[in-house]
């Protein structure tokens, strides 16, 4: 069965800083990996996904992450925070024909 | 192209009752998912369906249960429910052609569920 684990439920950045989401996955086969952002009240967007193409994916809003199979990571990356970059991101994993398994969160707040 | 919508927006119900949730899938998508989001927490995994039927299952009780018709609508019914039922509920869509290829989901914005 696959898994993810988010490190770390809060970060706190100042604007303009970098912003580092880890998440660690378990999977027994090739993985698919999500990244997706919750705001206030609304259901789940999608930042990016990795499918087994290139390893360093690029999604929306500046957000990017890389597949590293010898670390089973997919830490989620911005250069520069923004103020609306606030909001509750998760990992998720999923396999050919199964369902995806999300991590706890991690709720990213960013300090003017 | 409408995307996935729910209904209702929100609801309250008192504990022993029942509760229908529903979902319209995105033009197209075949399979829909249903997920448990509890306060604080990530979507949990209910059920997954596929032309009318469940194909996938999550750790959850019988009394939740579900129905795809075939305009691949959703229901997900909740019988007796408990305190710890309160949640957002989450729908997701997504085309399934060939089990080989995974074909992204997108999520609805949810039903807020509060149980007395």
């Known amino acids: 069965a696959q898994s993810v684990t988010q490190l770390g439920s809060h970060v706190s950045v100042s604007e303009g800083a970098l912003v580092l989401l880890r998440c660690n996955y378990s999977?027994?086969?090739?993985?698919?990996l999500f990244w997706y952002v919750q705001y206030p009240n609304q259901g789940l967007q999608l930042l990016l996904k990795?499918?087994?193409?290139?390893?360093l994916v690029k999604g929306i809003n500046g957000f990017e992450a890389e597949f590293k199979k010898s670390e089973t990571s997919f830490h989620l990356t911005k250069p520069s925070a923004h103020m609306s970059d606030a909001a509750e991101y998760f990992c998720?994993?999923?396999?050919?024909?199964?369902?995806?398994?999300f991590g706890a969160g991690t709720r990213l707040t960013v300090k003017p | 192209e409408t995307g996935v919508t729910q209904s209702p927006t929100h609801l309250i119900k008192t504990r022993g009752q029942q509760v229908t949730l529903r979902c319209s899938s995105q033009?197209?998508?075949?399979?829909v998912s249903w997920y448990q989001q509890a306060l604080g927490q990530g979507p949990q995994f209910i059920f997954q369906?596929?032309?009318?039927?469940?194909?996938g299952r999550g750790n959850f009780p019988p009394r939740f249960s579900g129905l795809q018709f075939p305009n691949y609508s959703s229901e997900l019914n909740v019988n007796a429910l408990e305190l710890d039922d309160s949640a957002l509920y989450l729908c997701?869509?997504?085309?399934?052609?060939?089990?080989?290829?995974?074909?992204?989901?997108?999520f609805g914005p949810g039903t807020r569920l509060t149980v007395l």
């Open positions: 997701a869509s997504r085309p399934t052609t060939r089990r080989d290829i995974y074909n992204e989901q997108f």
């Open positions: 999977s027994s086969v090739p993985p698919y």
């Open positions: 990795y499918t087994s193409a290139a390893t």
């Open positions: 998720a994993v999923s396999t050919k024909g199964n369902d995806m398994r």
């Open positions: 033009s197209g998508h075949n399979t």
């Open positions: 369906y596929y032309r009318e039927e469940e194909n």
